[in-house]
């Protein structure tokens, strides 16, 4: 007896009259006849609460996560299909991969059956689906002859001479030496075989690492000679930084001598336009091993961005190791059929997921220091909670009814602000992950929360009449069992919700400052002026023009807008391009070339720290996929974080980049 599946998923966008519709055909492959059975999938895409299943029951839907069931009385014989068809998506699908890309059969005794899923078929396109990072090929004649990315302040170099096979480092001073240790670790890791860093012994070239006062926190000047370079700094980041780019000025030269050239002479004077250069990466809806974060913060100090925002918990999971509640890591940390939070974009019916242990978070946070990198720890609240709330279920109002549901589909998901016992628990969890990460932020998070929220609850209610009057409170109560979030994340400045958010912000936003730590939040946490400006950030996700406005008024903003910073967004329009497009898309060049300080008043500029890539993994499952989104964006954003607009080149840049590594070597086909 052989039991086995297979599906073909397909979209067919509206049009003539017809509704979308998002078809799933089950073969049975096996040799029995099959009944009383269930098909359960996902992908980024969700069915609407609203839809209707053609040809089938729908049984469940939490966010992505779909269960359905043929008609009463179906049997599935060998050989032969069942098809459904949902008519009501949360969002219409624009790309390959937003479809389902796991599913499962269970039978009538309970039995899993997984399946094996190909990428969604749409209609009309027939184009080989696009994976890996596009090549940008090295040409023979660059605008320019040293390869450094990003480009430099001032480059003043002369002569030209065969690349050294390697660099023998002679560090000056305790800093030196950790600057160093750090670079030889580095090129070691990112280029194993190339011995970057070698002794005199074996032909590495002098270079003197050495201690000058007077530069600022970030800057460093390397100065050539035919038989030696010195890297001079103030700190230890900066000498760190001028070796990165001495050893970008080695690779290229070794690799393409008939295009890039290393120096005899002359100098290179370099510091960067901003102080805050990030990298966002969501653990949360995929899991990313410690040697996966350790290598990706390893090409972020290649690319001298300064910051690793890690982004530990989410509706779909919680990551981190807390000693107070056990709970969260041994519930929230993983999804599987049957269990507390079930299979989730992606994730099959087998237990699947992870979390960091306080050890492993020891570790990033210290690789990353020697890198120059801060990691600022992020854990969102009071949306985006319900991986934990599942796994701790008494930090709700006992008394709230109703259901609302946020943008991704997740109900009741929300820290509650009126329920004193929360409090207590955000007290602990913001002491042990301020333990854990000392650069002092913590990061909060604030976004996304669904307008209906809480609106069953009568502690909130009553909260709400208190700091709004009654007339508040009964909008709000308006607001029950209302689903929201038809198009796009609710709008919620100025509403009930917006209030009583607040407050939990404002009172978490104290507790971090007692502890001497800044706080961390998304443009949200702007709402009600709850934090205080000058010791807190925030980070401006929807468009440019809200980047401008709250910089106005005075918070300091890093500017990661989602139509350019976003590298979940497909890099073009077409269905054979991978990943979201609620933002739109944005190329290479378009990332490039967007230009973060346009807008801003000379008052808005004097706030704006600085720039971030946001890496969110819905769409990451395939690690091709990831290579194809972040790389060589990530590049671009890094460049405009670092050099000055003046200075910034597309087709010079163009040029460089293909000397720059990536993650998982999943390279585009010619």
Not at 204 to 218: D, K, Q, Y
Request: hydrophobic share 40%; charged share 20%.
């Amino acid at each position: 007896m052989t039991i086995a599946f297979s599906l073909v998923t397909t979209w067919t966008p509206a049009a003539d009259g017809e509704p979308l519709g998002y078809g799933l055909e089950l073969t049975n492959e096996g040799d029995e006849a099959v009944s009383n059975f269930q098909l359960s999938f996902s992908g980024p895409a969700r069915i609407d609460p609203t839809a209707t299943l053609e040809n089938g029951n729908l049984l469940k839907r939490l966010s992505n996560h779909t269960v359905i069931a043929p008609p009463d009385g179906f049997v599935l014989e060998p050989g032969s299909k069942w098809t459904a068809v949902a008519r009501g998506l949360s969002y219409g699908l624009r790309h390959w991969s937003d479809g389902a890309n796991a599913a499962y059969v269970v039978l009538a005794d309970g039995t899993l059956v997984h399946l094996a899923t190909t990428p969604t078929q749409a209609k009309g396109h027939n184009s080989p689906l696009l994976k890996g990072a596009a090549k940008f090929p090295v040409p023979a004649k660059a605008p320019v002859s040293l390869s450094i990315i990003p480009w430099p302040r001032s480059v003043a170099t002369t002569g030209a001479r065969t690349a050294p096979p390697g660099l023998d480092l002679r560090p000056q001073g305790t800093d030196a030496g950790k600057a160093a240790a750090a670079f030889a670790g580095l090129v070691d890791d990112l280029f194993p075989v190339e011995g970057l860093v070698r002794p005199a012994s074996e032909a590495g070239m002098p270079v003197s690492i050495v201690s000058t006062e007077g530069m600022s926190p970030e800057a460093y000047e390397i100065a050539f000679t035919s038989e030696n370079a010195t890297v001079s700094a103030t700190t230890r980041q900066g000498m760190f930084y001028g070796l990165v780019t001495l050893g970008q000025i080695l690779r290229g030269a070794k690799q393409y001598p008939q295009t890039f050239l290393f120096p005899t002479g002359g100098t290179i004077t370099d510091a960067p336009g901003f102080g805050y250069r990030g990298c966002h990466l969501d653990v949360a809806r995929q899991f990313y091993s410690t040697a996966e974060v350790s290598r990706l913060i390893k090409l972020v100090a290649w690319n001298k961005l300064n910051k690793f925002h890690w982004h530990l918990s989410e509706d779909e999971a919680w990551r981190l190791e807390i000693d107070a509640y056990p709970e969260l890591t041994e519930i929230a940390a993983w999804r599987g059929h049957g269990k507390a939070l079930p299979p989730l974009l992606g994730s099959g019916p087998h237990p699947t997921g992870g979390y960091y242990s306080k050890n492993a978070a020891r570790q990033i946070v210290a690789l990353a220091d020697s890198l120059a990198i801060t990691v600022i720890p992020e854990i969102d609240m009071p949306g985006h909670f319900y991986a934990a709330l599942q796994a701790l279920p008494h930090l709700r109002d006992p008394a709230e009814t109703g259901e609302y549901q946020s943008v991704q589909g997740f109900p009741n998901n929300s820290l509650n602000p009126a329920y004193e016992p929360v409090y207590e628990f955000v007290q602990n969890i913001v002491d042990e992950v301020l333990e854990l990460f000392p650069a002092g932020i913590f990061h909060l998070g604030a976004d996304e929360v669904p307008l209906a929220a809480w609106s069953g609850s009568p502690l909130a209610l009553d909260m709400i009449e208190k700091l709004g009057g009654p007339e508040m409170r009964r909008k709000h109560e308006a607001q029950f069992n209302q689903l929201g979030n038809h198009h796009g994340a609710d709008e919620i400045e100025g509403s009930p919700t917006a209030l009583i958010q607040a407050a939990f912000i404002r009172r978490v936003h104290d507790y971090i400052a007692s502890k001497g730590a800044i706080t961390g939040g998304w443009e949200e946490a702007a709402h009600g002026d709850a934090v205080d400006k000058d010791k807190s950030f925030v980070i401006g996700w929807r468009n440019v023009e809200i980047n401008a406005a709250l910089a106005e008024r005075g918070f300091n903003i890093v500017v990661s807008p989602g139509q350019r910073y976003y590298l979940d967004m497909a890099n073009g329009v077409a269905w054979a391009e991978p990943g979201a497009g609620w933002a739109g898309w944005s190329g290479p060049q378009e990332t490039y070339e967007f230009e973060s300080r346009e807008g801003m008043s000379e008052k808005g500029l004097t706030h704006l720290l600085g720039i971030q890539a946001c890496i969110w993994s819905e769409s990451m499952t395939n690690r091709a996929i990831f290579d194809r989104l972040v790389f060589p964006r990530l590049s671009a954003i890094a460049e405009s974080g670092w050099t000055t607009p003046e200075r910034k080149s597309w087709d010079r840049f163009k040029a460089l980049v293909g000397t720059m590594p990536i993650m998982y070597g999943h390279w585009a086909e010619d």
